[in-house]
């Protein structure tokens, strides 16, 4: 019995059309669309809601703004469901229904459980060669004009307490700590095999709860370039990126979101097993990034926000 992935996320957010706008630029399909909400899917079917923030029902919100106010993690199957009912049927905000169940996290989060609604795809990736590997031989590394994101791969927030959220996600739905700033932060996967991290959670000193990011997977660092500079001719603005994590090794690229904080492209992460051992980091900026283009790449140009335009004559043209 595991949590497999995220399967929803929703954002409770006050200009609709602009969210419908980004989102749609960003690579997903608009599969929904009403007067106070608008659902997007990925490739595999996760699900992308944005709400008004006056929808009825809507989950509270950790912070003011546009934010993320739910996150729905998939799970095998109806049995899977019920042991993880008796599992939280204690915790604040418990709640079963329509084929969910939830409760509140320590940080104010409402979370839900539901047997998975993603679907199986094939996805063609890029093959890699290296000194004493050659996995493409006779073929061109891929090139991407955008990207279309895969999935929904993981989750980061500001947290009042990180101990007890980690004990919170580890103690009723089963995730493993992969990686931690002692005391401050902590990398945990769904899973003891799987890939780095589906949700990291950050303690600040001023312990208030609030959205860092959210996380689409795609299928390898071709595309989270090419989907950045689309991103970018759209006129969107890059947070930070494109770069490369030391700690989760994924190649990333972070953008403001207009419906709360920032959402990143990433590929590539560790993938870990239960014979992992949790290392320790002192956060710092060489520990978040092994290097990073700070404003982006400008997707006409293709260079960097703040260097000049190439020339129009090729370098073998010029005197």
Same mark, same amino acid.
């Given at each position: 019995?595991?949590?497999?992935?995220?399967?929803?996320?929703?954002?409770?957010?006050?200009?609709?059309?602009?969210?419908?706008?980004?989102?749609?630029?960003?690579?997903?399909?608009?599969?929904?669309?009403?007067?106070?909400?608008?659902?997007?899917?990925?490739?595999?079917?996760?699900?992308?809601?944005?709400?008004?923030?006056?929808?009825?029902?809507?989950?509270?919100?950790?912070?003011? #703004?546009?934010? =993320? $106010?739910?996150?729905?993690? *998939?799970?095998?199957?109806?049995?899977? !469901?019920? %042991?993880?009912?008796?599992?939280?049927?204690?915790?604040?905000?418990?709640?079963?229904?329509?084929?969910?169940?939830?409760c509140t996290d320590p940080n104010?989060?409402?979370?839900?459980?539901?047997?998975?609604?993603?679907?199986?795809?094939?996805?063609?990736?890029?093959?890699?060669?290296?000194?004493?590997?050659?996995?493409?031989?006779?073929?061109?590394?891929?090139?991407?004009?955008?990207?279309?994101?895969?999935?929904v791969g993981h989750v980061v927030f500001f947290v009042k307490d990180v101990a007890a959220c980690e004990r919170f996600y580890v103690q009723h739905?089963?995730?493993?700590?992969?990686?931690?700033?002692?005391?401050? #932060?902590?990398? =945990? $996967?769904?899973?003891?095999? *799987?890939?780095?991290?589906?949700?990291? !959670?950050? %303690?600040r000193p001023a312990g208030d709860s609030a959205l860092n990011h959210v996380a689409f997977t795609v299928r390898d660092i071709h595309e989270v370039f090419g989907g950045g500079m689309h991103i970018s001719r759209c006129g969107w603005e890059t947070q930070l990126g494109p770069g490369r994590h030391p700690i989760s090794s994924a190649y990333f690229w972070y953008f403001r979101n207009p419906a709360g904080a920032l959402v990143e492209y990433y590929a590539d992460e560790d993938q870990l097993t239960a014979d992992w051992e949790p290392r320790e980091f002192e956060p710092g900026p060489t520990v978040f990034a092994e290097w990073a283009i700070e404003g982006g790449i400008d997707g006409n140009t293709r260079r960097q926000k703040s260097a000049e335009a190439p020339k129009g004559q090729f370098i073998t043209d010029r005197k």
């Open positions: 019995m595991s949590v497999l992935g995220i399967d929803e996320v929703t954002y409770g957010a006050d200009d609709l059309p602009t969210c419908r706008r980004f989102f749609l630029d960003w690579g997903l399909a608009l599969v929904a669309e009403e007067t106070d909400q608008l659902v997007f899917e990925t490739l595999n079917g996760c699900r992308v809601i944005v709400a008004a923030t006056t929808r009825a029902g809507l989950p509270p919100a950790m912070e003011s #703004g546009p934010t =993320l $106010r739910e996150v729905v993690w *998939g799970v095998q199957s109806e049995a899977d !469901l019920a %042991q993880y009912t008796e599992s939280i049927r204690w915790q604040p905000g418990f709640t079963v229904g329509a084929g969910r169940i939830g104010g989060l409402s979370v839900r459980l539901q047997v998975t609604r993603k679907r199986a795809i094939d996805v063609q990736s890029a093959d890699y060669n290296t000194w004493n590997r050659k996995d493409r031989v006779n073929r061109a590394s891929p090139a991407y004009e955008r990207a279309t994101p895969i999935e739905f089963g995730f493993a700590a992969s990686d931690r700033y002692p005391g401050r #932060g902590a990398f =945990l $996967r769904c899973a003891p095999d *799987g890939g780095h991290h589906d949700i990291f !959670l950050l %303690q």
